[in-house]
């Protein structure tokens, strides 16, 4: 199946400071999902990328998906302490199904 | 909120017992997933229903069953706990309409843990 590659797995910042995770594949990806999960939580979709090259922006959150539809970043400009969480890329594929292969996730911490 | 509910929230369990995650929606959607999380793996998909009795198996779906006999419960069952079951363990669902783009509604888990 479809494999999606999330780097970094941990970051550590100090609250004001930029933030990127990043989502890679081999192959094409049809599109990019991003979910956010706060400690002891479940995830919560924030944003869906379809079109090459396609960046979306949520206040401090920016979101681009890739010229070639092999990667997608999520870049928050300084972070706050409720920024903390585990972010995920996923990718639905290309079934009728809707089943999304997830990244490995990146566990973002905030230091106050 | 999507009236999505897990039941149980907890459970401790041993090597060898059968356990049974619930799944339970209000809205009448089509598509129900289990997922497990587990550190590094981020989240890995186990079965999925795309109707009443309609289902399939995911990346890890060795050593799990599902069933669905009515739309709002997707069941989730262990026949024979392991360790490497240890997990949390997470119901989602697909709005009816949204096509293969949906987002996915997730529960609030079921953490499970195989003595």
């Known amino acids: 199946g479809q494999q999606v590659m999330q780097i970094p797995q941990y970051q550590h910042v100090q609250e004001g400071e930029d933030f990127t995770t990043y989502c890679n594949s081999s192959t094409t990806l049809s599109n990019i999902q991003w979910y956010k999960q706060r400690p002891g939580g479940h995830p919560v979709f924030l944003i869906q990328l379809v079109k090459s090259g396609e960046v979306k922006k949520q206040k401090r959150l920016t979101f681009q998906f890739g010229e070639a539809k092999k990667n997608s970043s999520l870049h928050i400009t300084a972070t706050q302490t409720t920024d903390v969480g585990t972010y995920f890329c996923?990718?639905?594929?290309?079934?009728?199904?809707?089943?999304?292969?997830f990244g490995q996730g990146t566990i973002l911490t905030v230091h106050p | 909120d999507a009236g999505i509910t897990q039941s149980p929230r907890h459970k401790v369990t041993e090597t060898g017992t059968p356990v049974t995650l619930r799944c339970h929606q209000t809205e009448n959607h089509r598509y129900m997933y289990w997922y497990r999380q587990d550190p590094g793996h981020g989240l890995r998909l186990i079965h999925y229903s795309y109707g009443v009795k309609d289902t399939d198996k995911g990346e890890v779906s060795d050593g799990y069953s599902v069933s669905r006999s009515k739309t709002e419960d997707f069941l989730l069952t262990l026949e024979s706990a392991t360790s490497s079951q240890t997990s949390v363990y997470f119901c989602?669902?697909?709005?009816?309409?949204?096509?293969?783009?949906?987002?996915?509604?997730f529960g609030e888990g079921s953490r499970l843990t195989v003595l």
């Open positions: 989602a669902i697909r709005e009816t309409g949204t096509g293969i783009l949906g987002e996915l509604f």
């Open positions: 996923a990718e639905a594929g290309g079934t009728s199904y809707g089943k999304l292969t």
